[in-house]
């Protein structure tokens, strides 16, 4: 079975600082691991995802994560945040064999100017 | 990258009416689709997983006769929301899976539900 941790509900950043936004998984196979950002009444929006690999991921909007098997964790920073980056953001976990999705509760990001 | 389109974005229905709910994969074949509910601040929680030309898989505590999903083909899943009351009241949001790319869902924009 999977599932995911995202550590903090929300999280309040300055403008231009560093965005940590937490997240743990357990999985009892590889994982598949993604960051997805959700704008009010939005769908979700892929930031990043590892599958295999470099475990160091880029993705959009200057945001990158690293999986850390060792800690279970995947988490998600930015080295300066843009008050564009203010939004709900949520990691999931699936896996090769089924494509299901466990979410996080969810991380909301406030910058504030 | 792969589109997922969901229709209506936002719908307002009365008590004892029935709201059809689309999702459509613009440009992949979805063999499954995935349909989630969102309560307010809150997490995607997984209603049911929809194969083309199968009976939908539902989570626990999902009521499949209210929650009516039809996947009648591959580019197309619907979910329909039978008898809504107020607590039906929520934001559902569909995921597609292209069999070319196991590894990613592509999601809809949503579909904000409100029960008058």
């Known amino acids: 079975a999977q599932s995911v941790t995202q550590l903090g509900s929300h999280v309040s950043v300055s403008e231009g600082a560093l965005v940590l936004l937490r997240c743990n998984y357990s999985?009892?196979?590889?994982?598949?691991l993604f960051w997805y950002v959700q704008y009010p009444n939005q769908g979700l929006q892929l930031l990043l995802k590892?599958?295999?690999?470099?475990?160091l991921v880029k993705g959009i909007n200057g945001f990158e994560a690293e999986f850390k098997k060792s800690e279970t964790s995947f988490h998600l920073t930015k080295p300066s945040a843009h008050m564009s980056d203010a939004a709900e953001y949520f990691c999931?976990?699936?896996?090769?064999?089924?494509?299901?999705?466990?979410f996080g509760t969810g991380t909301s990001l406030t910058v504030i100017p | 990258g792969a589109v997922v389109s969901q229709h209506p974005s936002r719908v307002i229905c009365k008590s004892g009416t029935s709201v059809k709910i689309e999702c459509r994969s613009l440009?992949?074949?979805?063999?499954?689709m995935f349909w989630y509910r969102q309560f307010p601040k809150q997490s995607l929680m997984l209603m049911a997983t929809?194969?083309?030309?199968?009976?939908?898989?539902?989570e626990q505590g999902v009521e499949k006769d209210k929650f009516l999903i039809n996947h009648a083909s591959l580019t197309l899943s619907t979910l329909t929301v039978t008898s809504a009351h107020p607590e039906d009241s929520s934001f559902y949001i569909c995921?597609?899976?292209?069999?070319?790319?196991?590894?990613?869902?592509?999601f809809g924009q949503g579909t904000r539900l409100t029960v008058v």
């Open positions: 995921s597609a899976r292209d069999p070319g790319r196991p590894t990613e869902a592509f």
């Open positions: 999985s009892s196979v590889p994982p598949y």
């Open positions: 590892y599958t295999t690999g470099a475990t």
């Open positions: 999931a976990v699936s896996t090769n064999t089924g494509n299901q999705f466990y």
């Open positions: 440009d992949f074949q979805a063999t499954t």
């Open positions: 929809s194969n083309e030309g199968s009976k939908a898989t539902y």
